[in-house]
């Protein structure tokens, strides 16, 4: 049985290390460590999910994030940012991204946390 491949982008190599154990006994992992590398991985691999770090040298995840959304070729490939970024702003501009205008109206309606 073929495994979903996850392609997970952070500048910080140990983030990646302990995410792909996490994940590899029942997943495919690639690694990028740069929003341009992150790019061209995920427009030649076309992973099932990506997990996206915000705060990176150069091109960070919101710009990776917008250009892999709205590229036809990558726009259906779901995105859970990684970061430790976690105010109501940055919540809300990584939920730009990674949500239709639908999808983020029912997590606000249905889970009040969410909002603050």
């Known amino acids: 049985m073929a495994k979903n491949k996850i392609l997970i982008v952070d500048d910080e190599i140990i983030n990646i290390h ?3 154990n996490f994940l590899s006994p029942q997943h495919d992992t690639i690694s990028s460590t740069n929003g341009m590398d992150a790019l061209d991985k995920a427009y ?3 992973p099932e999910l990506i997990l996206l770090d915000i705060m990176m040298p150069g091109l ?6 917008e250009r892999l959304k709205s590229n036809p070729q990558t726009a259906h490939i779901p995105v859970i940012f990684v970061s430790a970024l976690g ?3 940055d919540i809300e501009k990584g939920l730009k991204w990674t949500l239709s205008s639908r999808q ?5 309606r249905y889970n009040p946390f969410v909002y603050f």
């Open 44 to 46: 030649a691999q076309e």
């Open 104 to 108: 983020l109206f029912q997590i606000l």
């Open 18 to 20: 302990l995410l792909a």
């Open 87 to 89: 105010t109501k702003k």
């Open 60 to 65: 960070d995840g919101y710009k990776v994030c």
